[in-house]
């Protein structure tokens, strides 16, 4: 059973919808990622928070809205996305940003935009 | 050059066998190397640390050469759940999770 649990598993969304992702982690961690994996490409890093607030932002698109209420919880709020956007998206959390590779993932959130 | 490099595969074995999967990287710097496992439809799952000295566990051996900028993973008597792909992750900064590349995977299939 996994430590990481994301809802919902799977989204279909159409370019004007908002929907939102949510990652919950009950391992006592204090650093949370959003990863997209996309058919054929690496692992992306989106964000990273440590602490709740956000280190790091990959250029990622305003189209996509991360929010950190507290050290166990990850949203990624999703508005007027485009086709392109469909993957998978995975939530991980580490015990600080600190730690060196090991991330504990959710088994993902798969977003198909219509 | 990619940062991390991977043979696709798919690599398709017998139950039993030994396989190897090589991984290249492109940052001279790098500092941590990770190996780790997605099955079918699930998330990744560390699988190893790749230690300078190299190390073992169980079946797996991991090793590291910083001279030719690879890491390699080696599965010895190989079993229908080793079935997955193996991704080959390189940290280009020792400090912190941010830099971690990813490579695309290597596809491993056991067959009875």
């Known amino acids: 059973e996994t430590g990481v649990t994301q809802t919902p598993r799977h989204l279909v969304m159409g370019m004007t919808n908002k929907k939102s992702l949510k990652c919950e982690q009950h391992?006592?961690?204090?650093?949370m990622y959003w990863y997209k994996q996309s058919a054929k490409k690496p692992l992306e890093l989106m964000f990273v928070y440590s602490l709740e607030e956000r280190v790091e932002n990959n250029s990622v698109p305003s189209r996509f809205s991360p929010e950190c209420p507290n050290s166990s919880h990850l949203f990624l709020h999703l508005h007027t996305l485009q086709p392109e956007d469909s993957a998978l998206y995975l939530c991980?959390?580490?015990?600080?940003?600190?730690?060196?590779?090991?991330?504990?993932f959710g088994e993902g959130s798969r977003l198909t935009v219509l | 050059r990619k940062e991390v490099e991977q043979d696709p595969g798919p690599f398709n074995v017998p139950e039993g066998a030994t396989v190897a999967f090589n991984c290249t990287y492109s940052?001279?710097?790098?500092?941590?190397f990770f190996w780790y496992r997605q099955d079918c439809r699930k998330e990744p799952k560390l699988l190893m640390s790749v230690y300078s000295s190299g190390n073992e566990d169980g079946r797996f051996t991991a090793q590291l050469n910083r001279a030719s900028q690879y890491i390699s993973l080696l599965i010895r008597d190989s079993k229908l759940s080793d079935s997955a792909t193996y991704l080959c992750v390189v940290n280009s900064n020792a400090g912190n999770n941010r830099k971690l590349i990813w490579g695309l995977g290597t596809s491993l299939a056991v067959n009875p």
């Open positions: 991980a959390s580490s015990r600080t940003d600190s730690d060196t590779g090991e991330l504990f």
């Open positions: 391992l006592g961690h204090n650093a």
């Open positions: 940052n001279s710097a790098s500092q941590s």
